[in-house]
Nanobody, 126 residues
């Protein structure tokens, strides 16, 4: 509990930007592969972006060119910079982590990740 803590969610108008943060209280953070997922009401949790322990980055097609994932190993944190937001981006955003080295081709799977945060709400108004 409390091993991954997200912050930075909120209400923003369409076209706006938000930056989400995830702080991890885990040893050997640099060995973790990290990801962001989101879940809208009535929908399944879906992959957004991931940053592997090897610094490989992956994005869902729906966010490519708009969202940027980054990691700061010195501060045990990852970030998701979101721009050009639209109402379809409205969801609870979750941070996830895994110690597995098999990043590809598993990075987009919910079951690949062992640790999850409590989520932060992002609401985009039209």
């Amino acid at each position: 509990q409390g091993q991954l803590v997200e912050s930075g969610g909120g209400l923003v108008q369409a076209g706006g930007s938000l930056r989400l943060s995830c702080a991890a209280s885990k040893r050997a953070f640099s060995a973790l592969s990290m990801a962001w997922f989101r879940q809208a009401p009535g929908k399944e949790r879906e992959f957004v972006a991931a940053a592997a322990w090897s610094y490989e980055l992956q994005y869902a097609d729906s966010v490519k060119g708009r969202f940027t994932i980054s990691r700061d190993n010195a501060n045990n944190s990852i970030y998701l910079q979101m721009t050009s937001l639209n109402p379809e981006d409205t969801a609870v955003y979750y941070c996830a982590a895994t110690r597995s080295v098999h990043f590809s081709p598993n990075y987009y799977r919910v079951g690949f990740y062992d640790y999850w945060g409590q989520g932060t709400q992002v609401t985009v108004s039209s």
